[in-house]
């Protein structure tokens, strides 16, 4: 039940997504890259949402993008209650994707649409790295 | 444009049956079903050995459990010779009333039920797999109030949103909800736009009053052919005129402009099939899990360019002595979500109205309702299902 969690929710990868985890591991953000549509696609699936086919590439994105919109969330979910309020961003990557991720480092106040962001990662556990955004 | 098999008015709405929603009311959707179950089978003059169709709704509080509507229909006494389930989340619903007309339609059944029940205030055993488990619940996002935080802020990037507009359509709706009984009891008191204003933020720009909140009940509907209902000598019987839906629209786009939703497809669509201009709509009953979602669907059906949604609901008396009644009983966001269960709160709503049954508050044209579903956050978009039905005499 939801409401015994008091963790923040770790992702728990599959054999499609691993690629993606094992670059934030690395510092790196990984995306999958549709060589039949020169698109890239984003969340991970095992196949392109374009064509079907199950020939994606994996390739590192330059992790630097805008924000396309935001909420400041102030009735946090599990594992959020000490940093609420907590910023929450799509992100438009300038490979032509948008991901859903927290932002640091920055405040409501100074933030907007279109406003430049870069890659950044947070621990969760001693585990488990997650990408979150901040200023560029 | 797909074909319009409610074209020829042949599948009617016999009876429906509506209990009062409750908080935290320590009661099973089928006890909940049971109740809905009574009151049409009441009004219709039927026992349940008679109901040959039956459709459901998947619900948050009985999720766990695969085989729901043989369940539910056993708990009922129920037969069928058709069954059915919606995974379409708001919009199961008017999944349901649609696929039950096409079932009565192809000879499968003659008397169909489409009763939709949940409890998520009382028992909650969702447990959604797919990108949330990865790149949705680590991000902390606060459920739909974060899904629309994002896409009301976006909204308000590209276009004017005033406010006071959305708290104008909340105490019309509220206006309502006091007037039904069959409202969440604590919601039965009338707001102001300024109470509206002055709610608590839960996440930017969404504010309390922006959202519905989950509560337990069950609606539903008897549907059955227009020879059948003669045989019945049912009454005022309301007849889907058009229905349209779609799923995941534009969802093979990357980079979509996010505040255009699959009611820009269905809006339209619905009207055209049936032969009717928004202009035409005597009332309106929108899927309401959020204002700005009522918004959006008024300017994306056609009643307004895309960005005057704000200075439409200002301009236009949308109580149910106006112009365009909208959600007369309160919607779900002033009578309370029932789960996935809460599309047939609208649609009985519509229902009642044309029927002329809605007592005090009863609309003085309900010649025809447009009735709308939306089910499911989706990844960096809107929602997942749009679905539009019409009803008309």
Same mark, same amino acid.
């Given at each position: 039940?939801? +409401? ?5 929710? *770790?992702?728990?990868? !599959?054999? #499609?997504?691993? /690629?993606?985890?094992?670059?934030? @591991? ?33 390739? +590192? ?5 805008? *924000?396309?919109?935001? !909420?400041? #969330?102030?009735? /946090?979910?599990?594992?959020?209650? @000490? ?40 621990? *969760? ?12 | ?393």
């Amino acid at each position: 039940m939801a +409401e015994n969690r008091k963790q923040r929710a *770790i992702p728990i990868s !599959t054999k #499609t997504t691993q /690629p993606f985890w094992d670059g934030i @591991e690395a510092g790196k953000l990984m995306l999958q890259y549709d060589p039949d549509e020169n698109v890239y696609q984003f969340y991970p699936r095992a196949g392109s949402v374009k064509t079907g086919r199950r020939n994606l590439v994996w390739r +590192e994105a330059s992790g630097v993008g805008t *924000i396309y919109s935001f !909420t400041e #969330t102030y009735v /946090p979910i599990a594992g959020f209650e @000490e940093r609420t309020p907590y910023l929450l961003a799509m992100v438009e990557l300038e490979e032509g994707v948008r991901i859903l991720a927290n932002l640091i480092n920055v405040s409501a106040a100074t933030i907007s649409v279109g406003m430049p962001v870069k890659v950044a990662f947070e621990t *969760i556990t001693d585990e488990q790295d997650y990408f979150c955004f901040e200023p560029a | 444009m797909a074909s319009n098999f409610l074209a020829g008015q042949d599948v009617g709405i016999v009876a429906y049956g509506e209990t009062k929603i409750e908080r935290r009311s320590g009661r099973t959707p089928y006890e909940f079903a049971a109740e809905t179950f009574e009151e049409i089978l009441t009004k219709a003059g039927l026992q349940p050995g008679d109901i040959d169709g039956f459709a459901t709704n998947v619900t948050h509080s009985e999720s766990s459990n695969q085989y729901y509507t043989p369940y539910l229909c056993d708990y009922l006494g129920v037969t069928p010779r058709w069954m059915d389930i919606s995974d379409h989340g708001g919009g199961s619903a008017l999944a349901g009333v649609s696929r039950a007309a096409l079932a009565i339609q192809a000879g499968m059944c003659e008397l169909a039920v489409v009763l939709c029940a949940d409890a998520p205030s009382t028992s909650w055993k969702a447990a959604n797999g797919g990108y949330r488990v990865e790149f949705w619940d680590p991000t902390g996002i606060q459920g739909p109030p974060g899904g629309f935080g994002l896409l009301m802020n976006r909204y308000m990037t590209q276009y004017d949103l005033k406010p006071e507009a959305l708290g104008k359509l909340a105490v019309a709706q509220r206006e309502g909800a006091v007037l039904n009984e069959n409202a969440y009891e604590k919601f039965r008191k009338p707001i102001t736009v300024d109470d509206y204003l002055e709610s608590r933020v839960i996440s930017t720009p969404v504010r309390l009053l922006d959202c519905v909140m989950f509560a337990d009940g069950a609606a539903g509907v008897l549907l059955t052919s227009r020879e059948r209902a003669k045989k019945l000598s049912a009454q005022n019987v309301i007849f889907p005129s058009a229905y349209s839906e779609i799923v995941n629209f534009d969802c093979a786009e990357q980079i979509p402009d996010i505040t255009e939703t699959g009611f820009s497809v269905v809006g339209p669509e619905v009207l055209e099939k049936a032969g009717m201009s928004p202009g035409d709509v005597r009332m309106f009953h929108p899927y309401d899990d959020f204002l700005i979602a009522e918004l959006m669907q008024i300017e994306q059906t056609g009643w307004c360019a895309r960005g005057e949604g704000s200075d439409f609901l200002l301009e236009t008396d949308v109580s149910f002595r106006g112009t365009l009644p909208i959600n007369t009983g309160g919607g779900q966001i002033s009578a309370g979500q029932i789960g996935l269960a809460s599309g047939m709160t609208n649609l009985v709503e519509a229902v009642r109205q044309m029927r002329g049954e809605a007592g005090e508050r009863q609309v003085k044209d309900p010649a025809n309702a447009l009735v709308t579903g939306i089910g499911v956050i989706t990844y960096g978009r809107s929602w997942k299902v749009s679905n539009a039905m019409t009803l008309e005499h």
